[in-house]
C-alpha cells in the first residue's frame, strides 16, 4: 500500500502539524487506512485504531521528514543500513538529547540554518573544536538540522562520545534535570524528537536513549529522558 503525501487526509496531517498553538483532532476520516499504511511502511504508528495518538503523530511526521530535504541532505549512513559507524569502528548503540543553553526565542525570526551557524561558531571558535558537538538539531517548530556528520565522533558527552549521537532541543535555557518536557520545550520539539529517534533506530542498533544529565552532573537536557520516553 502507497501512501500519497499529497492526498486529502495527509494533506490534512500536515496541515496540523504545521498549525501552531491549535488543538490536534483525536481522528477523523481515513486514518485507519493510513495508520495502515505506515506500518507496511516500517513507520510503526502503533494500534491501528483510527486515534491520532503520539505514536501515530510520530510515525507520521517520521514519514514526512523521510521524504524531505532536512533528512535528504544529510551525510550519514542510508536508510536500511545494518548500522552507523563512526570513525570506521565504532557502532553507534545509543542516542544522547541535549539542549542549547538559549532562551525560547533566542534569534527568534532567523533561519534555523543561522542558529546552527551560531552554535557551529560557538563551539570551533570558543571551544576549539573542529566542528559543531551535536549530529542534529531542533528548532522550537519542530524543524530539524543536521549538524556533524553521523558516521563522525561528536563532541557532546565527555567519555561518551564513540558510538553515540548527540541531539540538541534549542530553547533550554534555565531547564532543570527534573523538569517535565513540555515545561521548556514545544509540542513540535516533542514530536520530532521522537520522529527521528525512530527513523535513527532504523538505521542503526540503537540499546539506548538517555539525557547528557545521566552521564555528567548537569541539568541538560532539562528534564528526565527515561520518563519522557515512557511518555510519564
Known amino acids: 500500500m502507497e501512501i ?7 494533506g490534512a496531517i500536515l496541515h496540523i502539524l504545521n498549525s501552531k498553538g491549535r488543538p490536534m483532532p483525536k481522528a477523523f476520516p481515513g486514518l485507519r487506512d493510513i495508520q495502515r499504511g505506515l506500518t507496511l511502511l516500517n513507520f510503526n504508528p502503533g494500534p491501528i485504531d483510527g486515534q491520532f495518538g503520539a505514536r501515530t503523530e ?9 521524504r524531505g530535504p532536512a533528512l535528504e541532505q ?8 545494518a548500522s552507523i559507524v563512526q570513525a570506521g569502528k565504532y557502532t553507534v548503540r545509543e542516542a544522547i538529547i541535549h539542549c542549547s543553553d538559549t532562551r525560547p526565542l533566542w534569534m527568534d525570526n532567523a533561519a534555523l540554518e543561522a542558529k546552527v551557524a551560531d552554535i557551529r561558531r560557538w563551539h570551533m571558535q570558543e571551544r576549539g573544536w573542529r566542528d559543531i558537538g551535536y549530529h542534529w538539531l531542533i528548532d522550537r517548530d ?14 557532546h558527552v565527555i567519555d561518551r562520545n564513540q558510538g553515540t549521537l548527540g541531539i540538541c532541543l534549542l530553547g533550554g535555557h534555565g531547564a532543570a534535570a527534573t523538569d517535565p518536557f513540555e515545561r521548556n520545550f514545544t509540542r513540535a520539539q516533542d514530536i520530532a524528537l521522537r520522529a527521528l529517534l525512530a527513523d535513527i533506530k532504523r538505521r542503526t542498533p540503537i540499546a539506548r536513549v538517555s539525557g547528557h544529565n545521566e552521564w555528567a552532573p548537569k541539568a ?12 510519564a
Do not use: D, M
Open 142 to 155: 519542530g524543524k530539524l538540522a543536521p549538524g556533524r556528520a553521523e558516521t563522525e565522533i561528536g563532541a
Open 220 to 231: 541538560c537536557p532539562g528534564f528526565s529522558v527515561p520518563l519522557w520516553l515512557i511518555g
Open 74 to 81: 544529510r551525510e550519514s549512513a542510508p536508510r536500511g543500513a
Open 4 to 10: 500519497n503525501t499529497e492526498s486529502h487526509s495527509c
Open 58 to 66: 510520530a510515525a507520521l511526521l517520521a514519514l514526512l521528514q523521510a
